[in-house]
């Protein structure tokens, strides 16, 4: 038998789940731009030991790099906070479609991640070099198109992408990531390996008996955005592009940049070539 106190109860269980629910769809359709200005949060994603992208010091447990340096700077301009979430290169995408985080710093606008994700203006320009045995002459990426030379990648990054573009003469090894690469370089199973500047400098700064480091012409960049949420809303991907040209106006990326890089991975800027240009 149903009393009337059952009833009732049943009864305020549906309104508030349906209250829930709606709360819910209410959290999901709200853009980027209202929650951070309701919050005055910043929700930004970190990778742990992506120096010098990104940093955490175990002493303090505070994040470091020009990742969490420009966050700071744009959070700024809300009048916010940021709130730093842990995740990976390989993860982000998936954060920001599920709205875990607002923003990535550093990440690679591909084709691919267009797709799925915006992105802002071009933060900076990451430029390709390769990383010879001592003795290596490098001069173009054509002479390095060559048959005879044995050129190591990380599978599936940018330097794979140019490898697969420029140099499809050449003996090209894709290994599983960076260190294994690197690893075939300095047993001698390769030539060279294709790295950007920013990871090219802090690996010799490590390491310099692992070789040379070149800069082949033609010069190749690869473009590095901050990663954005896709939403309906574009006022919060505005507003980021409108801060991101006022820091590279005053050229404050070039500064962040080559700071942390001395700090984090020991190359100063006197360690850049007059060429490179952030």
Wanted: contains cysteine.
């Amino acid at each position: 038998m149903i009393t009337k106190r059952i009833f009732f109860n049943a009864l305020l269980a549906l309104a508030c789940l349906g209250t829930s629910g709606i709360s819910t769809a209410q959290d999901a359709a709200e853009s980027t731009m209202a929650r951070v200005q309701r919050t005055k949060v910043l929700r930004v994603g970190t990778v742990a030991g992506a120096v010098p992208y990104f940093n955490k010091d175990l002493a303090s447990g505070k994040w470091e790099g020009f990742g969490p340096d420009f966050a700071e700077s744009l959070a700024k301009t809300f009048g916010a906070k940021v709130e730093y979430v842990e995740t990976t290169w390989g993860n982000a995408v998936l954060d920001l479609q599920s709205n875990k985080i607002d923003a990535m710093f550093g990440m690679a606008p591909t084709p691919a991640r267009k797709e799925v994700v915006n992105f802002s203006e071009t933060l900076f320009d990451n430029t390709y070099t390769v990383v010879c045995r001592k003795g290596f002459p490098s001069k173009t990426w054509e002479e390095l198109n060559s048959p005879a030379n044995k050129i190591v990648v990380d599978v599936g990054s940018s330097h794979d992408q140019l490898a697969t573009r420029v140099l499809p003469k050449a003996e090209v090894t894709r290994l599983e990531n960076s260190g294994s690469a690197t690893m075939a370089l300095q047993s001698g199973r390769a030539d060279c390996q294709i790295l950007v500047i920013l990871l090219a400098q802090p690996l010799l700064a490590k390491r310099a008996s692992l070789g040379t480091m070149y800069i082949p012409q033609p010069v190749y960049t690869a473009p590095v955005s901050i990663g954005l949420r896709k939403e309906p809303d574009p006022s919060f991907q505005k507003a980021v592009n409108e801060w991101l040209a006022g820091v590279r106006g005053t050229g404050e990326v070039r500064k962040v940049i080559l700071t942390n890089m001395e700090k984090l991975a020991g190359v100063p800027a006197t360690a850049f070539p007059s060429e490179i240009k952030f």
